[in-house]
């Protein structure tokens, strides 16, 4: 499927400014449903944006936020190296929880009532952004949620003062969560993702549970940590996933 990536959306987020939303949709004419990308610490790099090219072009409308957007210019991709790393990290814990759930909640909006979407919504994310795709589906308009190895729901430690609600929450999920992780990521060791789980049993959640021979961040396609035989694994889960919830 052929497709547009060349577009950008500033969204509106009421007292935090303008954020700059990339898109990535099917050429053809048509209404699909919306998928809100949230990236790594390291906002929309390269193997982000070819992760949202793949998963547009099975039929999907993409949006993905800078995360960073309060602290960063419009456009600032940071770079995998120490400095890049530092910069995220230390934006991860400067920005408050409730600034990453009113980007949200406006993305989704913006997402919605884009011409191209059809109102069906679901959430996928890496790293941060995998606690960030959770959070985001704790909005009921939310109907799946891809969550690639997220970090800190185990720990309750994102945001400024390190201190969230994420674990206590799992009970307002409505739609379908999957979660996926690496039993070589050192940031979600076993114990934390037992604990994730647990949380999800006794809410009585509706999720998908996946945990795979994978280092942390093993779907970026640069640098040694990558896994294309898990990587194609994760993409059959994740449009499976989003066909039985979006259409």
Known sequence: MILRSDETLDVEVPGAGTMRTHLFRPAVDG????VLLFSEIYQVTAPIRRLAAM???QGYVVAVPEVYHEYELAGTVLA???AGTDRGNALKFTKP????????????TALAAHPACSGRLATFGVCLGGHLAYRAALDPRVSAAACFYATDIHSGTLGHGRCDDSLARMAALQGEAMFVWG???PHV???GREAI???LEAAGTRYEWHE?????AFLRDEGPRYDPALFLQAMDWTLALFRRNLF
Do not use: F
Not at 31 to 34: A, F, S, T
């Open 212 to 216: 795979v021979n994978g280092q942390h």
């Open 80 to 82: 995998y190296d120490p």
């Open 197 to 199: 789980r647990a949380a």
């Open 31 to 34: 209404r699909y449903p919306g």
């Open 183 to 185: 039993r070589q990521d």
């Open 55 to 57: 998963l547009a072009g």
């Open 97 to 108: 929880v409730a600034a990453y759930d009113a980007d949200a909640q406006a993305a989704l």
């Open 189 to 191: 060791p076993y114990a």
